[in-house]
């Protein structure tokens, strides 16, 4: 049984840091990535990781701020996230897909992914 539990969320002042993680059982993925939805906001691509060879992919809005990273070992997926926003407020999804794309753009695309987590709730207040 394939299951993703993410960890990490919280509250935290805008400019700080948090660091979630997304565990996987049940099966080795392609890739993993995290989406996130804000209220009244459809669900939004943050950033992706192919497995084989640990490129990477972001959205825009996190470009240097973010950084997505793995474990093969403890097949577990990272997101650190550095000066946060405050409309980086969100519930964070952590996704995975056992279809390889050779074209990370794929990878941003929440129908490319198969497995979902439950969600983590992040709040940045200002």
């Known amino acids: 049984q394939v299951q993703l539990v993410e960890s990490g969320g919280g509250l935290v002042q805008a400019g700080g840091s948090l660091r979630l993680s997304c565990a996987a059982s049940?099966?080795?993925?392609?890739?993993m990535g995290w989406f996130r939805q804000a209220p009244g906001k459809e669900r939004a691509f943050v950033a992706a990781i192919r497995w084989s060879d640990s490129s990477t992919v972001y959205a825009d809005s996190v470009k240097g701020r973010f950084t997505i990273s793995r474990d093969n070992a403890k097949n577990t997926v990272y997101l650190q996230m550095n000066n946060l926003k405050p409309e980086d407020t969100a519930i964070y999804y952590c996704?995975?897909?056992?279809?390889?794309?050779?074209?990370?753009?794929?990878?941003?695309?929440?129908?490319?992914?198969?497995?979902w987590g439950q969600g983590t709730q992040v709040t940045v207040s200002s």
């Open positions: 049940g099966r080795t993925f392609s890739a």
């Open positions: 996704a995975a897909t056992l279809i390889y794309y050779g074209g990370t753009y794929y990878y941003t695309k929440d129908d490319a992914y198969g497995y």
